[in-house]
Structures are given as C-alpha cells and as structure tokens.
C-alpha cells in the first residue's frame, strides 16, 4: 500500500500548531517573562551571534517586528548589542549569560510539559513515536539549514 503523503502532510501540519498552543499556553500559565517569538529570537541567538537582518529573516517576521522584539530583549539584559569585529559598521545581537539562563529554565519547563503529555502513550507507540520524529528530523533538518532557516 503506498503511503498517503499528502495525508501525511496535512497532518504535520495540523499538529505542529497544537504543539505550539500548548507550548504557548504552558509559557503563560507559569507567567515567564517572554512571549513566544521573544523565546524563538533567543534561542536562534543562542546558537550563534547575527545582525538584526539575519535574525528577523530567520525568525520569518519583518525588520520592524524583530527591532522591537529586539529593544524589548536587550533593555531585560537577555541580548546584548556590539558591533563586529570584521566590520565596525555592523551591529550584531548576542545572548548574554542570563538571556541563556532564561532559556534553559524555560526548555526545562516546556520538556517537563510535553513529558508529562506523553505519559499516557503505551512504551511501544512511544517506540513508534520516535521513529517518525527521526525520520521527519532526517527530511526538514538538512532543509532548514540549507535555506538559512526559511521556509522559501
């Protein structure tokens, strides 16, 4: 029987959305102190130090929407603003120590959450479970970074 991948696709789709309302529901009810795409831009920050471009295109908003983001984060000390080393003209954004700190508190929080929504699921479609995330990490990681983060 052939797989039924359109099926397939219009799943994806309609989970991931679940999964973030239940991560956003999860970041209000234990009142942390950023939003949801505050914690995406610290956490691609995270990985690596970028300008302000950079970091709006990865994150998928405009630049207008990242600068305020971006003010919001640095006057709460979690990004800092330096400028590069290789062109002084180029602002770049980092993550200061307690903008990393936050965010390990947070992924704690968010892992205790989904743990706990997966504590129901019998061990064998567990098993099943995480066959199917390697096999969807094995598709859309090499995508992702080969196109900078978006989705074009």
Known sequence: MDADRHGI???ILQIIP??????AAELRRANTPVLPPQLGALTILAESSCNLSELAEQHGV???T????MSKLVSNGWVER???EEDRRVVLLSITPAGRELIEEIGHMLLNRITAQLSEIPNADLNTLQDGLSI???V???FVFKNGGNAA
């Open 9 to 11: 696709s219009l799943s």
């Open 18 to 23: 679940s999964i973030m309302r239940l991560l």
């Open 62 to 64: 405009s630049l207008p």
């Open 66 to 69: 990242m600068s305020s983001t």
């Open 82 to 84: 330096h400028r590069s």
């Open 136 to 138: 969807l990490q094995t």
């Open 140 to 142: 859309f990681t090499p």
